[in-house]
């Protein structure tokens, strides 16, 4: 569990803000980027990047998880100025969800109008074979922990704030028309947060299917429920690199997860490259 000398949120937030501003030369990035397994490549590919490690920044959590490099990428792309983070932190790993999400508010923190949250997801959907993207529509929290539980500083956002628009609409919208001028497939569905480490069994897999479940995996929900606290939109996109435990009766494994992700990572990547020039020819990275 990540040890913090203040149990001060906010400052916490700002100091860790502070250290990476102090590096960027007067930028501010407009877009986050939290890269799931796979896809931490797309941070190398930033122009004029300055690179951070974890581990540099107070209060940051470190992941141990193979295919999270652990490293905050700060750069250009699509005409916009982005802060990417190359893997993340999980709840299996013996972090509590507040400290789970803290990246993702120094990311809104450093100025991220839009956040930008991508997974791999086990698929609940039979229809949807390995290698789908899943743009997330909306979103079922089973991780048992919650990263807005205990005191609230009003300074980083409201005590109970509205998740109608969890995965706002209008960015949906804009996500659905790059992926149609790509001819890239796009499923859209409810995204499951399940605790982990160990994958669903086949009786847990039937009940998320029953109660409206698409797809399933281990982390974005802390990060896009803070950002929403702070007052950012998120885009969420599920990469479903396995079919859930039952449906198949293969064994899962995270070699197989790794694996499906590698293999779309250059159609995700472009989807992400179309995402970040919409945005900004749009004229959506304003004011949230």
């Given at each position: ?18 250290v ?100 791999a ?91 409206g ?8 929900v ?28 293969a ?35 304003g004011?949230?």
């Amino acid at each position: 569990m990540t040890t913090h000398a203040s149990d001060d949120l906010y400052d916490r937030v700002h100091a860790a803000a502070a250290v990476v501003r102090a590096r960027l030369g007067g930028r501010t990035p407009a877009v986050g980027l939290i890269l799931g397994s796979g896809l931490g490549g797309f941070a190398d590919r930033l122009a004029d990047p300055v690179r951070i490690d974890y581990g540099e920044l107070p209060g940051f959590p470190v992941s141990k998880v193979h295919g999270h490099a652990g490293r905050l990428v700060i750069g250009e792309r699509g005409g916009a100025t982005c802060v990417a983070m190359q893997g993340r932190v999980h709840l299996y790993e013996g972090h509590r969800a507040v400290d789970v999400a803290f990246p993702a508010r120094v990311l809104v923190a450093l100025g991220a109008k839009v956040l930008i949250v991508t997974n791999a997801a086990g698929g609940l959907n039979p229809a949807w074979p390995p290698g789908t993207l899943m743009l997330i529509r909306d979103h079922l929290d089973f991780l048992r922990d919650h990263p807005l539980r205990g005191p609230n500083d009003e300074r980083l956002g409201p005590r109970f704030p509205d998740m109608t628009t969890a995965y706002a609409p209008e960015l949906r919208a804009l996500v659905k028309d790059v992926a149609a001028a790509q001819g890239v497939a796009l499923a859209e569905g409810v995204y499951v947060a399940m605790p982990g480490p160990c994958y669903e069994t086949p009786a847990e897999v039937r009940m998320l299917q029953i109660v409206g479940g698409d797809a399933t995996g281990m982390s974005t929900v802390p990060e896009v429920i803070v950002a929403r606290h702070m007052g950012a939109r998120v885009i969420g996109i599920s990469c479903i690199t396995n079919q859930a435990a039952g449906i198949t009766g293969a064994a899962l494994s995270h070699d197989e997860v790794t694996e499906t992700a590698t293999r779309v990572r250059a159609t995700f990547e472009g989807l992400l490259d179309g995402i970040l020039a919409a945005l900004a020819t749009r004229g959506e990275l304003g004011a949230a």
